[in-house]
């Protein structure tokens, strides 16, 4: 079946460092690719998405590519901020489905320091 | 509302208790998913339903649990004789199909239920 696998956390940076979080997926099809971010006591918000292959989703400095060669949506920002404190789960929407029924990766801590 | 809305946000059940929870989608979103997130993991698909209709309940984990939205807006799970491996908390969403095909799930804040 459809999973998505992506590096374990917890993560801790300090504030200006270059984040790197892989995430590798196992699909068929043509899936969608996501990555949602759940900061402290908030719900999950979706970052970024990117629709096809060699798509780069971005947002609020995050970037991902999606890359169908490698199955992989690695997800980078140049410069971290202690505001990025939160989990963040790699997702994909499932092709097969008419209606982007969601796998989710088991989520990466991150923690940035001042 | 502004966003998909659930409610209680906290739940405590004795074990064997049944549990509904509610959710309040985006008004207009046809698509409405519940989840279920274990400490630690990422979210699990329960189920899916597209208005009133409820078209994929494959992650459903058990009898025990059902789930309806008889009018094609408010959703309520609902746990019967609930058990300790329920514990988790349980996420809502909600999506619509834009004209060009693309689609955006937006989540609520979850209902944290303990079954103690």
């Known amino acids: 079946g459809n999973s998505v696998t992506q590096m374990e956390g917890p993560v801790t940076l300090s504030e200006e460092a270059f984040l790197t979080i892989n995430c590798t997926y196992t699909?068929?099809?043509?899936?969608?690719l996501f990555w949602y971010v759940q900061y402290p006591g908030e719900g999950l918000q979706l970052l970024l998405k990117?629709?096809?292959?060699?798509d780069k989703g971005s947002n609020k400095g995050f970037e991902a590519t999606y890359r169908k060669e490698t199955t992989s949506f690695h997800l980078e920002k140049g410069s971290v901020q202690v505001s990025d404190s939160a989990v963040y789960f790699c997702?994909?929407?499932?092709?097969?489905?008419?209606?982007?029924?969601?796998?989710f990766g088991p989520g990466t801590s991150l923690s940035v320091i001042p | 509302g502004a966003g998909v809305s659930q409610s209680p946000r906290y739940k405590v059940a004795k074990r064997g208790q049944d549990v509904a929870l509610r959710c309040d989608p985006i008004?207009?979103?046809?698509?409405l998913f519940w989840y279920q997130q274990a400490l630690g993991q990422g979210p699990e698909f329960l189920t899916y339903?597209?208005?009133?209709?409820?078209?994929?309940k494959s992650g459903l984990p058990s009898d025990r649990f059902f789930a309806e939205r008889p009018e094609g807006s408010v959703s309520t799970l609902k746990i019967q004789r609930t058990q300790q491996e329920d514990s988790a908390v349980y996420l809502c969403?909600?999506?619509?199909?834009?004209?060009?095909?693309?689609?955006?799930?937006?989540f609520g804040q979850g209902t944290r239920l303990t079954v103690v």
């Open positions: 969403a909600s999506s619509y199909r834009s004209s060009a095909g693309l689609t955006e799930a937006f």
């Open positions: 699909a068929t099809g043509y899936p969608s």
């Open positions: 990117a629709t096809k292959a060699d």
């Open positions: 997702a994909l929407s499932e092709a097969e489905t008419s209606y982007d029924k969601v796998i």
């Open positions: 008004s207009g979103h046809v698509s």
């Open positions: 339903f597209q208005n009133e209709a409820q078209l994929d």
